[in-house]
């Protein structure tokens, strides 16, 4: 298969994903969705369509195949040491205090949950569904631990409440809908037909809405008043982690959809709730705007890349 080839199965894959998200932003601009609409079905999102996609498709996973201990505890401390990493750099090159916690987060707490797992189902089908909604549980609390721990350590820390987020956690519906479809599939119990085809009917809302809503979200405004320091966070999340993460993962010895998987996870632009988070503790939720917006843009240029050498490679 030559260069040409691959590219062009290379933009199949990842175009169609960003197309969504550029429509959202569209529909948006000329008024006919608006943030009642955005906030309503990202709650659906959230609360209920997403999690039947990962049920479903964990489900009617090879457990074998999907559930794989290397994978996870390899994403546990790549993502954990790329923490590391984007704390260490912000404490030499970000001069704000203050924003060091916003810089960190955005530089490594990534959009899987909707862009990682849509670009998995894209290219690897039932596989990236199921295996990329058993990785969503380690993102949602690895992410989520580690973001408390930057942003405590130089916002109002008094607003944080551990039990809080434990309690979170502990409820999500992404992570509850792992927990219930891991053991369903492991003793391979039998729902009705007409459970899971209204299942699949109604999971089938999930990718399309959601790439929507971010689109939605999307603010070219809020990038005019960008600043160093939210182009340095995103050149961090879209280029210097996903490649750093990538090649050790390829170092020892993940090759194919697995490395592929992880690739797409790791290049995730930065999630919509690192905002949320900010903003609940007074800190500069515009530079975390920014690294939202710029990492978003930015996605549809470095995953296509990525996907792109990692394919004319042989690597996935």
């Known amino acids: 298969m030559n260069l040409l080839s691959v590219f ?73 040491g790329s923490f590391l990493f984007c704390w260490l750099w912000a404490l030499v090159r970000v001069p704000v205090a203050a924003d060091r916690g916003v810089y960190v987060q955005g530089a490594f707490r990534g959009n899987g949950g909707i862009v990682g797992l849509a670009l998995a189902a894209s290219l690897y089908g039932d596989y990236g569904l199921s295996a990329g909604g058993i990785l969503l549980g380690v993102v949602i609390i690895s992410y989520n631990v580690l973001s408390v721990i930057a942003l405590a350590a130089y916002q109002d ?16 519906p992404l992570i509850l809908a792992v927990v219930i479809a891991v053991p369903v599939a492991g003793y391979e119990v039998a729902l009705p037909g007409w459970v899971m085809t209204s299942g699949d009917y109604f999971a089938a809302l999930t990718l399309p809405l959601a790439l929507l809503c971010i689109g939605g979200t999307l603010s070219l405004s809020s990038m005019r008043n960008d600043s160093k320091t939210a182009t340095s966070a995103s050149l961090m999340k879209m280029v210097t982690i996903p490649s750093l993460c990538t090649a050790a993962a390829w170092a020892v010895g993940f090759s194919g959809p697995e490395l592929g998987l992880l690739f797409l996870f790791f290049a995730s632009p930065t999630a919509a709730a690192s905002f949320v988070m900010v903003k609940a503790l007074n800190g500069n939720y515009k530079l975390a705007a920014n690294i939202i917006a710029i990492t978003t843009l930015l996605a549809s240029v470095t995953i296509t890349a990525g996907v792109f050498v990692l394919r004319a490679s042989g690597l996935i």
């Open 8 to 80: 062009s199965q290379t933009l199949e894959t990842t175009l169609p994903v960003f197309a969504m998200v550029f429509i959202g932003a569209g529909l948006r601009r000329i008024g006919w969705i608006d943030g009642a609409f955005i906030n309503t079905g990202s709650a659906l999102v959230f609360k209920a369509t997403l999690p039947t996609l990962i049920f479903l498709s964990i489900v009617r996973a090879d457990l074998s195949t999907a559930l794989n201990p290397s994978l996870i505890v390899f994403f546990t401390l790549a993502t954990v």
């Open 157 to 172: 820390s008094n607003r944080l409440s551990w039990q809080a987020i434990v309690t979170d956690i502990s409820r999500n």
